[in-house]
């Protein structure tokens, strides 16, 4: 760290008080870091990084305290690689806080499965309840759902190639009540809905002129069926893509793992789906432990 402020100061030439507060930020994540069994700052990992904001943030520290921290940081580590002492900065991935935190709204496992009773045995109804459970089963963007062809479908291996607008492409499994709800839908309701035989380069969800489903188009399906749900106003693809992140979170599943399943690369993203299910945690514990 010595040789880090004396950078700062001989090359950048940093005011004093400004020299401070970089030594401070980063004693006081060294401090944490040692919390967690690391050695040095250089055994800096991203999953370090991550697990610090992510308790600035629950410690409630301002955004502009965290941004701070976030750049004094980012700009060590930067140091710390053009020295060579680590292969890659660990906080390059995160990402300022912003301004306007967003309230990240999603649905519960109860209301996921009240939404799912809702579509009927109709042409419309099947494709709908495909629809909703791909979506919710693989926390598709919108846009990753209107461009869906069936050349991106392995239903015998039980995945799905999604891509999004920067023609970036992951591979995500497809759970079993998506893998039955989209085969129910290509074996008895695709032709009638399309007028006439599957083509592999077909899209896989379709309006009744067999044109592709728009984003408008599925946003009204959502709405519909949260109407009939009885939460109609927060229906939306993002609501359930934010749905499918929180669940397996709540469920035991990692940060690292998530990102690789929904294609985030700002690591923020990550770290507000994690902020809302401790939130979940501690309340649940507030409310039922005898000494909370």
């Given at each position: 760290?010595?040789?880090?402020?004396?950078?700062?100061?001989?090359?950048?030439?940093?005011?004093?008080?400004?020299?401070?507060?970089?030594?401070?930020?980063?004693?006081?994540?060294?401090?944490?870091?040692?919390?967690?069994?690391?050695?040095?700052?250089?055994?800096?990992?991203?999953?370090?990084?991550?697990?610090y904001?992510?308790?600035?943030?629950?410690?409630s520290?301002?955004?502009?305290?965290?941004?701070?921290?976030?750049?004094?940081?980012?700009?060590?580590?930067?140091?710390?690689?053009?020295?060579?002492?680590?292969?890659?900065?660990p906080?390059?991935k995160?990402k300022?806080?912003?301004?306007?935190?967003?309230?990240?709204?999603?649905?519960?496992?109860?209301?996921?499965?009240?939404?799912?009773?809702?579509?009927?045995?109709?042409?419309?109804?099947?494709?709908d309840?495909?629809?909703?459970?791909?979506?919710?089963?693989?926390?598709?963007?919108?846009?990753?759902?209107?461009?869906?062809?069936?050349?991106?479908?392995?239903?015998?291996?039980?995945?799905?190639?999604?891509?999004?607008?920067?023609?970036?492409?992951?591979?995500?499994?497809?759970?079993?009540?998506?893998?039955?709800?989209?085969?129910?839908?290509?074996?008895?309701?695709?032709?009638?809905?399309?007028?006439?035989?599957?083509?592999?380069?077909?899209?896989?969800?379709?309006?009744?002129?067999?044109?592709?489903?728009?984003?408008?188009?599925?946003?009204?399906?959502?709405?519909?069926?949260?109407?009939?749900?009885?939460?109609?106003?927060?229906?939306?693809?993002?609501?359930?893509?934010?749905?499918?992140?929180?669940?397996?979170?709540?469920?035991g599943?990692?940060?690292?793992?998530?990102?690789?399943?929904?294609?985030?690369?700002?690591?923020?993203?990550?770290?507000?789906?994690?902020?809302?299910?401790?939130?979940?945690?501690?309340?649940?514990?507030?409310?039922?432990?005898?000494?909370?």
């Amino acid at each position: 760290m010595d040789s880090f402020i004396e950078y700062l100061k001989s090359s950048k030439n940093k005011a004093e008080n400004t020299l401070v507060a970089y030594k401070r930020d980063i004693q006081a994540f060294e401090t944490f870091m040692k919390g967690r069994g690391r050695k040095s700052l250089t055994q800096c990992r991203e999953s370090d990084a991550v697990a610090y904001i992510l308790e600035l943030n629950n410690a409630s520290k301002s955004k502009a305290t965290i941004n701070r921290k976030i750049s004094s940081l980012r700009a060590f580590y930067d140091y710390k690689e053009s020295m060579g002492e680590i292969d890659e900065n660990p906080f390059s991935k995160i990402k300022s806080a912003k301004n306007d935190k967003r309230q990240i709204e999603f649905l519960t496992v109860e209301e996921v499965e009240e939404l799912l009773k809702y579509p009927d045995n109709s042409h419309k109804g099947i494709r709908d309840k495909a629809l909703l459970e791909f979506m919710y089963g693989t926390g598709a963007r919108v846009t990753e759902v209107v461009r869906l062809k069936f050349t991106d479908l392995n239903l015998r291996m039980n995945f799905v190639t999604l891509k999004d607008n920067e023609g970036e492409s992951r591979i995500v499994p497809i759970g079993s009540y998506a893998h039955a709800a989209l085969t129910r839908y290509i074996d008895v309701a695709y032709a009638a809905i399309k007028g006439g035989e599957r083509k592999d380069d077909d899209y896989v969800f379709i309006n009744f002129r067999g044109d592709a489903l728009t984003r408008q188009g599925i946003w009204k399906i959502l709405k519909e069926y949260g109407r009939k749900a009885g939460f109609e106003e927060k229906m939306t693809p993002q609501v359930l893509r934010n749905s499918f992140a929180v669940h397996i979170l709540q469920n035991g599943g990692d940060l690292k793992t998530l990102q690789e399943l929904m294609g985030f690369e700002d690591m923020s993203v990550g770290i507000a789906y994690l902020s809302v299910t401790n939130v979940r945690i501690k309340d649940v514990f507030n409310k039922t432990h005898p000494r909370a």
